[in-house]
């Protein structure tokens, strides 16, 4: 029962304050809830929208296959493991995962965990904990340094909640080298690990793989790669970004997701066999929560396989994300410089971008806003991971409503 004093206890942690204010600016958005299934078109309080906001770009979820894959390892392996890791173990399709991500990333083991966010706190807690068994043999790796990149995610950032800047925590500008550099020749001798993204999610910039990794080299460094969002859409026979994807066969460590380019969900680290031996217990997240569902492991190792065989399907998307771009640049907007598929549409301030997402659902489209904290304030993009099950009529649509938003309020 909520009684009067716990309402006024709660009072001050502001959320009815925060919560009025913001709604009286339009800032606190109506967050969409889904009436069916997410996909090119959603069904939002019975109003469809096309949707412009969804991650998992190929749709694969749709794929009578893939579904019929999910089924039957929930048949076979139920829903559930029903336990955490350490505790319960994994089932069969885990374990088949695990040797496939080895051997698309090209590292000796990987890892599954129920989100790529929970891959990237269970690294860094294994990289920066002290831990035995016994007291007598142990790892103690408190002295590690993180030097990331200042745009890394936010599971990142969370991940390293508890170190001290300057200490054992050094940031550096994004995709800056000569930064890096300068940063790493005062942390001679020190356990260093470096941490960037391949992709970048909110500006959709591609790291300089191969800089960053020869300076890695250079100063002894670890180095962690998030490629959450890069995972299976380049680097698989592809001729973008090949160099980068080369090049990032090199890192120590690599973090994927599966909820972009493969379209459901979970995550993975792969990298030395005996490191990621030790981080079945040193992660943290693999002891204390849950991993992937068994159907979905099941229906993301069916999709690997599927793309491993057919590099055109993502190739062919990613022709359509440059015809995009193309587009876009043409009716003036100003938009990311490296043609990865993450496309950035800048807006600018807040308050017109709240606009401009609410002109775009009356509309009909619903448009994916990134405002401060994804990027820094003022500065919000319309963030596009386009879904390929979108029609070019859709597309069509979308460009010429963008062209009229445009010219109304001056981004
Ligand atoms: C760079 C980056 N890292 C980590 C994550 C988290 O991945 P997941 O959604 O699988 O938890 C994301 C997801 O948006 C991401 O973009």
């Known amino acids: 029962m909520t009684t009067q004093s716990s309402v006024s206890a709660l009072d001050r942690w502001g959320f009815s304050t925060w919560l009025e204010s913001a709604r009286g600016s339009g800032e606190f958005i109506t967050l969409p809830e889904l ?23 190929l749709g694969w979820q749709h794929d009578p296959r893939v579904r019929e894959v ?82 890394c995610h936010w599971s ?42 391949a992709v ?53 460590f690599l973090m994927v997701s599966f909820g972009k380019g493969v379209g459901l969900s979970g995550g993975a680290l792969a990298g030395p066999a005996d490191a990621l031996d030790a981080f079945r217990f040193l992660s943290g997240t693999t002891v204390f929560t849950t991993n992937i569902q068994p159907p979905t492991v099941g229906a993301i190792v069916h999709v690997l396989r599927r793309m491993r065989q057919d590099p055109s399907i993502m190739e062919n998307y990613l022709d359509r994300v440059d015809r995009l771009r193309e587009r876009l640049l043409r009716i003036g907007c100003t938009i990311n410089p490296t043609p990865t598929y993450v496309t950035s549409i800048l807006v600018g301030a807040n308050d017109t971008a709240v606009r401009v997402r609410q002109e775009f659902i009356d509309r009909g489209y619903l448009v994916p806003m990134f405002g401060y904290p994804a990027v820094p304030k003022d500065r919000a ?31």
């Not at 991940?159 to 942390?187: C, P, S, W, Y």
Request: hydrophobic share 45%; glycine share 10%.
């Open 70 to 151: 999910f089924a039957e390892t929930a048949r076979d392996y139920g829903l559930v493991v029903g336990g955490s890791r350490i505790i319960q173990g994994v089932s069969r399709p885990h374990l088949e995962l695990e040797a496939l991500v080895a051997e698309i990333t090209g590292k000796e083991r990987a890892l599954t965990f129920a989100t790529g966010m929970l891959a990237n706190l269970g690294f860094v807690n294994a990289m920066s904990t002290r831990f035995s068994f016994n007291n007598s043999h142990g790892v103690d790796n408190t002295d590690t340094v993180l030097v990331l990149d200042r745009e």
């Open 200 to 252: 970048y999610s909110a500006d959709g910039s591609m790291a300089p793989v191969a800089e960053i990794l020869d300076l890695c080299e250079e100063f002894g460094a670890i180095s962690f790669v998030d490629d959450a969002n890069g995972f299976m859409v380049y680097g698989n026979g592809g001729h973008r970004f090949a160099a980068e994807y080369a090049a990032l066969r090199r890192a120590t």
């Open 381 to 411: 993009v319309i963030r596009l991971l386009v879904n390929n099950r979108i029609s070019d009529e859709q597309l069509d649509g979308f460009v010429d409503t963008l062209a009229e938003l445009r010219e109304k309020y001056g981004f």
């Open 35 to 57: 009436d069916g299934i997410n996909d090119a078109v959603v069904s939002i309080d019975g109003k469809s929208l096309v949707n412009f906001s969804g991650i998992g770009i």
């Open 156 to 197: 990142m950032w969370k991940a390293v909640e508890r170190f001290k800047f300057g200490r054992n925590l050094i940031m550096f500008d994004h995709n800056d080298t000569a930064g890096l550099r300068r940063e790493l020749e005062q942390l001679a001798g020190r356990k260093i690990v470096v941490g960037f993204e």
